[in-house]
């Protein structure tokens, strides 16, 4: 492996590690920050870093697309995936459903574009479902029903959302999250309100903790990830380095453990693995595609 294949790999490791620290640093903010309210500050913050990107405006097409994409991924993915944070301390469970955004795209790209996907992609999508009645009926992982249902419909919108960026064609990556979040902000705002938050709940927080997990989740899990992971789409075999991304589930449970202490039995790991295992196989169908549209697909 030369010098460039290490350097790739170590950016890919870097990003998986980060996204999966989201994880983390989100269940710590969401125990003094109500979800709607760190998500519009979240929002407001990503934006103000990102402003020069909002000085590109963007033709009457692709605003529609962003206006529907915004949709998707502020109340849609973002909101769903807190509130599902907020409500369980399963971790690892939450981060192997938000994987279910892959196959919620094919069966999306299906549906709305006559993709149909390949019988090992099928095959992919019946085990992966599978995986997650399992995953919801394992006892230990009962209590956390109500939270998995919520991470499952997250995945769903981000599925939604990826298949909506697909039609945005001159925006770049980082353009695209510098204005999902703009035009995100007075959609989470109204839902702030209308759920009886207000920013006056910042005056309440009392851990360092609270501070450092909102500006990783801005800086580290927003930006930077994202960042990383659209210069490597442009630079890197697509097929290469999506498989990676089945390491952040992975990554969580560890980290959830180091640092929370939850419990990881076999049956979890069991039933994780099909999930992965059925994503994985939806990979390996999709790779001689996604090859093809490198060069159109989420620039």
């Known amino acids: ?22 994880f983390i640093s989100i269940s710590f903010l969401v125990k003094e920050i109500d979800s709607y309210t760190a998500l519009t500050l979240r929002f407001i913050a990503v934006s103000i870093i990102l402003i020069t990107y909002l000085l590109k405006i963007p033709s009457k097409k692709d605003f529609l697309y962003l206006l529907l994409a915004t949709l998707f991924i502020v109340p849609g993915h973002f909101g769903l995936l807190f509130l599902s944070i907020s ?31 390949e019988l090992l992609k099928i095959l992919g999508l019946i085990i992966s479902f599978f995986g997650i009645v399992l995953l919801l009926y394992e006892p230990s992982m009962f209590e956390n029903k109500e939270a998995f249902l919520i991470a499952i419909c997250s995945a769903l919108f981000l599925g ?29 705002y109204i839902i702030m309100l209308l759920n009886g938050s207000s920013f006056a709940v910042l005056y309440n927080v009392s851990l360092n903790t609270t501070y450092y997990s909102f500006f990783y989740t801005v800086i580290a899990g927003s930006i930077l990830g994202h960042g990383i992971w659209a210069y490597l789409i442009k630079t890197e075999d697509i097929s290469f380095i999506s498989p990676f991304l089945l390491l952040v589930p992975m990554v969580t449970v560890i980290l959830s453990f180091l640092i929370f202490g939850e419990k990881v039995n076999i049956e979890f790991i069991f039933i994780a693995s099909i999930i992965i295992f059925g994503i994985f196989l939806v990979f390996i169908s999709t790779n001689k595609k996604l090859k093809k549209e490198r060069n159109g697909y989420l620039k």
């Open 87 to 117: 409500k369980t301390k399963s971790l690892g469970g939450i981060s192997v459903l938000i994987q279910l955004s892959i196959p919620f795209s094919i069966l999306f790209s299906w549906i709305f574009y006559k993709d149909r996907p």
């Open 160 to 188: 939604l959302y990826f298949i909506v960026v697909k039609k945005i064609k001159n925006i770049s990556s980082i353009g695209i999250i510098a204005w999902s979040s703009f035009l995100g902000i007075p959609l989470m």
């Open 1 to 22: 492996m030369d010098t460039n294949r290490f350097y790739t790999l170590f950016l890919i490791l870097f990003v998986v590690l980060l996204w999966a620290g989201n």
